[in-house]
């Protein structure tokens, strides 16, 4: 259904036509061009004039509002012969008349460096009173697809599935993968599912014969790009032996840890029992005394019997033996044995002979 606006728009063409019919837009070129953000595109308006034409040319390129909410917006303007680009920022500097003189009846303009977001209706209207003319171009500016990336998922191995993934960063919508084999017959595996949307390819119970170079191109409609994966599939692993192997070395390691604790226990318990035998020997000997208080001990018996065999009784009743101190015993068993009372009864027992001893003076002299 036609808006309002292209409905007023279409009476005025057929107004302004029937009064001159002079004016005529004379291109065939595309009005639908769809190109990739980067390029360049020409969007091609040529027209012809009658004689009956006299009046000022104005040429006159717009961008077309999306809903009846909005104004068009006018690009780039040729008026008395000269131009005027400051109309919108947004292509300001990109868009540029083909011609140097567009009074020759070339009316195209040329857009570089093409964005997303110049993606419209443009339209081309040419007037020279009582002549007046337009053209629409549709311009859908698209992302080409960035390089893919072509991963393997899973195990590599006869038996096993495999999946084969490729995938674009970036690129418009709809994009299209496809995966192909170039090497060995360029032949796809029979067990290959292939999905052209996720661009994921699974190979089911993967064989040897599955190995080869294969390449993943992703594309739209404004461009492609593609990557190279080398896949090897190798035979699949002695599941039992690598079972068997594993158990054995468990088995080896525990017996290893067995033997380790058990060498550990016997050599605590042999040094235990070394301890006890100690304790045993220090208790039931006691230590042996030393030579110095043994010599010391024999010498004062020996000087205390010459001594009182060589008093008489009288003097010997008086007599009593001051215990030495020149000895400190450092052990009881060490200290000698306390002497007996020298009495005349013990010593005439003991064999004293009783011996007349002169008085004596203080100064040495016998009385």
Not at 49 to 75: F, R
Not at 182 to 203: F, Q, R, Y
Not at 248 to 270: K, W
Request: aromatic share 6%.
């Amino acid at each position: 259904m036609m808006d309002l606006h292209a409905f007023c728009y279409f009476l005025s063409g057929i107004i302004f036509s029937g009064l001159a019919h002079g004016l005529d837009i004379t291109s065939t070129g595309p009005r639908s061009i769809e190109k990739a953000s980067g390029d360049s595109v020409t969007l091609d308006c040529d027209f012809t004039l009658a004689p009956e034409d006299s009046g000022h040319l104005d040429i006159e390129w717009s961008l077309m509002a999306s809903d009846n909410q909005n104004l068009d917006k006018v690009i780039i303007l040729f008026s008395g012969g000269r131009v005027y680009e400051d109309y919108y920022p947004a292509i300001k500097g990109r868009m540029h008349f083909s011609s140097l003189d567009p009074k020759d009846g070339n009316a195209s303009v040329n857009l570089t460096r093409l964005e997303v977001s110049d993606t419209g209706t443009y339209q081309c209207k040419v007037k020279k009173a009582p002549g007046i003319g337009s053209r629409k171009i549709f311009l859908s500016v698209m992302v080409r697809p960035s390089r893919p990336r072509c991963i393997k998922e899973g195990q590599a191995q006869e038996g096993k599935d495999l999946v084969l993934r490729c995938l674009s960063a970036e690129g418009t919508h709809p994009l299209q993968y496809t995966w192909e084999r170039t090497s060995d017959g360029k032949l796809l595996p029979t067990n290959a599912v292939l999905d052209s949307v996720s661009g994921i390819m699974t190979i089911r119970n993967a064989s040897a014969s599955a190995s080869g170079t294969y390449r993943c191109t992703a594309k739209n409609r404004v461009g492609a790009d593609e990557c190279v994966l080398h896949l090897r599939i190798t035979p699949s692993p002695n599941v039992a032996g690598i079972i068997a192997g594993a158990v054995i070395g468990v088995l080896l390691s525990l017996i290893l840890i067995a033997i380790i604790l058990f060498c550990c226990c016997r050599a605590r318990n042999r040094k235990k029992y070394e301890k006890e035998i100690a304790y045993e020997i220090r208790e039931d000997v006691p230590p042996p005394r030393s030579r110095v208080s043994v010599t010391r001990s024999l010498t004062s018996g020996a000087s205390q019997r010459s001594s009182l065999g060589s008093m008489c009784p009288s003097s010997l009743q008086e007599y009593v033996p001051k215990p030495q101190y020149d000895q400190v015993p450092t052990e009881d068993h060490d200290r000698p044995p306390p002497a007996p009372k020298t009495t005349g009864p013990n010593l005439s027992r003991m064999g004293a002979v009783a011996v007349m001893i002169p008085a004596q003076t203080r100064d040495g002299s016998i009385v």
